[in-house]
């Protein structure tokens, strides 16, 4: 899978202070069970972030660290999951989400072939799947805020690109586009919305939880 749209700094950077919406972390967190590179720049937030927690930290019990190496080792000798289930189309975070695969979503019709189900997660933002048939187009459309898009089936296309499995696209108030799906294998997405100005100066208010200001 060669993956050419990738997730943001603001949106890694959200995620690694646990600052995002729910659905945000979602799709956050799908893309990053896909896409090598957005999952080692993660890691390297987290690492940033760890390095400024524990400047912080405060003076632990004695016993701490032997009681967080005990653990560690607990986890090291834990029998590694069994083998991954036959191929399915949900990455893992969201077959959690669902419930299981394809199979257990509840689709609802939007029309035109096209369907949505709406994933339960806090009402700050909202997630759905959808499901384009190949070749449909999805009506044209702006947005109030940001939308995300991660494909993760099929491709579509709009005015701005051609989007694949593990691409997602980020589109803000001032892209009015229409997607198509790509003729041959229906198009599965799963999308994010939020209220406009959800993201607005946005890395100074995710970096407060690090820098506590
Ligand atoms: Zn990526």
Known sequence: MTIRHHLSEDLLLGHAAGNLPEAFALIVATHVSMCDECRARLMAYEVLGGAVL?????????????????????????PRAVARAPKSVLPAPLL???????????????????????LPTSRRASARLLHIPAGQAVPDHGHRGRELTLV?????????????PG?????????????????????????????????TDLIPRLMQPFFRI
């Open 96 to 118: 959690d989400y669902v419930g299981g695969d394809l199979e257990a979503v509840k689709w609802r019709t939007l029309g035109m072939g096209v369907r949505q189900a709406i």
């Open 152 to 164: 993760l089936q099929g491709a579509f296309r709009d005015a701005t690109d051609r989007f694949g």
């Open 54 to 78: 524990e400047q912080e930290t405060a003076a632990m019990a004695d016993d701490a660290l032997a009681r967080a190496m005990a653990r560690i080792g607990g986890v090291a000798q834990a």
């Open 167 to 199: 691409d997602v696209e980020i589109a803000g108030e001032e892209l009015e586009h229409q997607p198509v799906a790509e003729p041959g294998v229906d198009c599965i997405c799963l999308a994010v919305t939020d209220a406009p100005l959800r993201f």
